[in-house]
């Protein structure tokens, strides 16, 4: 995705079916939609959590169904204590334009420096990676930044060594 935060073109013409989300991510947005949020905060569950991806695939679900709205990615991975208020500012102003924001931070077990943009955000979605996350990385992030702040939570399968997490199979 060349440019996450531009709306799609219009036209009559039908949507390929290879730029479609997948039902799965198509389910992810419209859970996301019912929280009301206008600022998102992606979360890994442990350090090195595919969040990044995690996010972009919001944004690429969102797409279609969000063509009047800006959506913004935000990448605050290794943000620093004293450029966080800042980022913070910066991110509620989008919003108070009438943009969305969705937020990448690092895990807040080993940046604390991320906290003030997750506890900012109108929702955090936690990342989760399927066979490495473990239980008590995941508790005590949403411990740090608050189990209510939650709405909801992404796995993904463990990455396969030279491959994207989100790598497609082209139709022929």
């Known amino acids: 995705?060349?440019?996450?935060?531009?709306?799609?073109?219009?036209?009559?013409?039908?949507?390929?079916?290879?730029?479609?989300?997948?039902?799965?991510?198509?389910?992810?947005?419209?859970?996301?939609?019912?929280?009301?949020?206008?600022?998102?905060?992606?979360?890994?569950?442990?350090?090195?959590?595919?969040?990044?991806?995690?996010?972009?695939?919001?944004?690429?679900?969102?797409?279609?169904?969000?063509?009047t709205q800006k959506i913004h990615l935000d990448d605050a991975i290794g943000l620093s204590p004293a450029e966080a208020p800042r980022r913070v500012l910066e991110l509620r102003e989008r919003v108070a334009r009438g943009e969305r924001v969705v937020a990448v931070i690092d895990s807040v077990l080993t940046r604390p420096a991320s906290l003030p943009v997750a506890l900012a955000a109108d929702g955090v979605l936690l990342c989760v990676t399927l066979g490495e996350t473990?239980?008590?990385?995941?508790?005590?992030?949403?411990?740090f930044i608050g189990p209510e702040r939650f709405v909801g939570s992404v796995t993904f399968p463990r990455q396969k060594k030279g491959r994207g997490l989100l790598s497609r199979k082209k139709k022929p």
Do not use: C
């Open 1 to 67: 995705m060349a440019d996450s935060s531009a709306p799609p073109s219009t036209s009559d013409a039908e949507v390929p079916d290879s730029t479609v989300p997948s039902p799965a991510l198509q389910r992810l947005w419209f859970a996301l939609e019912r929280t009301g949020w206008n600022f998102l905060t992606v979360v890994p569950a442990h350090p090195g959590a595919p969040a990044l991806e995690a996010a972009t695939a919001i944004l690429e679900a969102g797409a279609p169904y969000a063509a």
């Open 134 to 143: 473990d239980f008590g990385s995941a508790r005590k992030t949403m411990e």
